[in-house]
Antibody, heavy 128, light 110 residues
Framework: EVQLVESGGGLVQPGRSLRLSCTAS????????MSWVRQAPGKGLEWVGF??????????EYAASVKGRFTISRDDSKSLAYLQMNSLKTEDTAVYYC???????????????????WGQGTLVTVSS | QSVLTQPPSASGTPGQRVTISCSGS????????VNWYQQLPGTAPKLLIY???QRPSGVPDRFSGSKSGTSASLAISGLQSEDEADYYC???????????FGGGTKLTVL
């Protein structure tokens, strides 16, 4: 059974840093891209960023709202994904979900990206 | 303001068929596949439909997805009380180089 468990959330002051962790189990972690999606209180879903598997270079992509402040990394030996958040702003307050990110091109060239498994989320509150 | 547009609410009675729409542009829905996520109250989102119309294992066939041009729809037939949830559409956006979501539709089962 695929399981994703986030940790590291909490209350942090604006301008400070926080690192979230995502512990994965039930699948071969290194074979998959991983992504973070957040949800501000009472609001909709917002993609934060993703990291490709090592087979695809382990490179990262980020939403414009967090680019330059957030960094996603992975430790395949421990089945862990991380979200390092720096220069936090009050608008970063949200539940952060770790997701497994499936993405592939079919024979017709269509791109199929989707989040097939989600963790339970961890709340990050940025406030003074 | 979300990139994809969904109605904020929808409702139906048990047994009814309801549809939820999702409108986008040529940069997202028009050129990429659409996914739907279900978020039950107080829980994490769950993949409901992927690649426009594919159901993951365990999702009842009461749920179906379709896409036409720059719009997509989620249909739920034989509505049940446990279907009361928020539903989000999503698609890759070529201009933003990342996935984008709709604002979500809150489905109420009357």
């Amino acid at each position: 059974e695929v399981q994703l468990v986030e940790s590291g959330g909490g209350l942090v002051q604006p301008g400070r840093s926080l690192r979230l962790s995502c512990t994965a189990s039930g699948f071969t972690f290194g074979d998959y891209a991983m992504s973070w999606v957040r949800q501000a209180p009472g609001k909709g879903l917002e993609w934060v960023g993703f990291i490709r598997s090592k087979a695809y270079g382990g490179t990262t992509e980020y939403a414009a709202s967090v680019k330059g402040r957030f960094t996603i990394s992975r430790d395949d030996s421990k089945s862990l994904a991380y979200l390092q958040m720096n220069s936090l702003k009050t608008e970063d307050t949200a539940v952060y979900y770790c997701t497994r990110f499936r993405n592939y091109y079919d024979s017709s060239g269509y791109y199929h990206p989707y989040f097939d498994y989600w963790g339970q989320g961890t709340l990050v509150t940025v406030s003074s | 303001q979300s990139v994809l547009t969904q109605p904020p609410s929808a409702s139906g009675t048990p047994g009814q068929r309801v549809t939820i729409s999702c409108s986008g542009s040529s940069a997202n829905i028009g050129s990429n596949t659409v996914n739907w996520y279900q978020q039950l109250p107080g829980t994490a989102p769950k993949l409901l439909i992927y690649s426009n119309n594919q159901r993951p294992s365990g999702v009842p066939d009461r749920f179906s997805g379709s896409k036409s041009g720059t719009s997509a729809s989620l249909a739920i037939s034989g509505l049940q009380s446990e279907d009361e949830a928020d539903y989000y559409c999503a698609a890759w956006d070529d201009s933003l180089n990342g996935p984008v979501f709709g604002g979500g539709t809150k489905l109420t089962v009357l």
